[in-house]
T-cell receptor
């Protein structure tokens, strides 16, 4: 079964700190790795995504680091803010495929 | 405005009843998806459809049914065969191409009473 493992399940960070969420996958056919952000009672929204031909992608305070050999990727949130408090999901999609496989989610709390 | 609309936002069902969740999109997307979200389990795929009049089972299709008679609509029926239907249900759609993202609706919270 195609799986994506996400950790930690929950994370508490002080305002201004760095939040780090990790994901690992098994299927080497995965070629698209998005991160979604979800606020309570809302649907997830795409935050940032990466393909395996690059090792890092940065958009503002959000950075994805990708390690193809280790089959791992991570989300770093720099200068974390209380407004970043949400649930974050990593996901992966197979080459030419239609469906996304999601990690279990990380509930991030940023304390003021 | 383009987007995905799920209705209703909250739904209550008695045990033994079937219930249908609505999902409509005006993004002209070919692919549509239904996910179930439970605490600590992420998003699990129920059914998906890549084209009108065609759909495939996801990882947890038992107790659910779908139809795709129109490109913009992908309703999900939770049948009485679904033993634990209380959950948050999310619909998503995606356009053609490798670099396209999936857009999600705001979800329907179903509670069995």
């Amino acid at each position: 079964q195609q799986q994506v493992k996400q950790s930690p399940q929950s994370l508490i960070v002080q305002k201004g700190g760095i939040s780090i969420i990790n994901c690992a996958y098994e299927n080497t056919a995965f070629d698209y790795f998005p991160w979604y952000q979800q606020f309570p009672g809302k649907g997830p929204a795409l935050l940032i995504a990466i393909r395996p031909d690059v090792s890092e992608k940065k958009e503002g305070r959000f950075t994805i680091s990708f390690n193809k050999s280790a089959k791992q990727f991570s989300l770093h949130i720099m200068d974390s803010q209380p407004g970043d408090s949400a649930t974050y999901f990593c996901a992966a999609r197979v080459i030419g495929g239609s469906r996304l496989t999601f990690g279990e989610g990380t509930q991030l709390t940023v304390n003021p | 405005d383009g987007g995905i609309t799920q209705s209703p936002k909250y739904l209550f069902r008695k045990e033994g009843q079937n219930v249908t969740l609505s999902c409509e999109q005006n993004l002209n997307h070919d692919a549509m998806y239904w996910y179930r979200q439970d605490p600590g389990q992420g998003l699990r795929l129920i059914y998906y459809s890549q084209i009108v009049n065609d759909f495939q089972k996801g990882d947890i299709a038992e107790g659910y049914s779908v139809s795709r008679e129109k490109k913009e609509s992908f309703p999900l029926t939770v049948t009485s065969a679904q033993k634990n239907p209380t959950a948050f249900y999310l619909c998503a759609s995606r356009g053609q191409g490798e670099n396209t993202e999936a857009f999600f609706g705001q979800g329907t919270r179903l509670t069995v009473v």
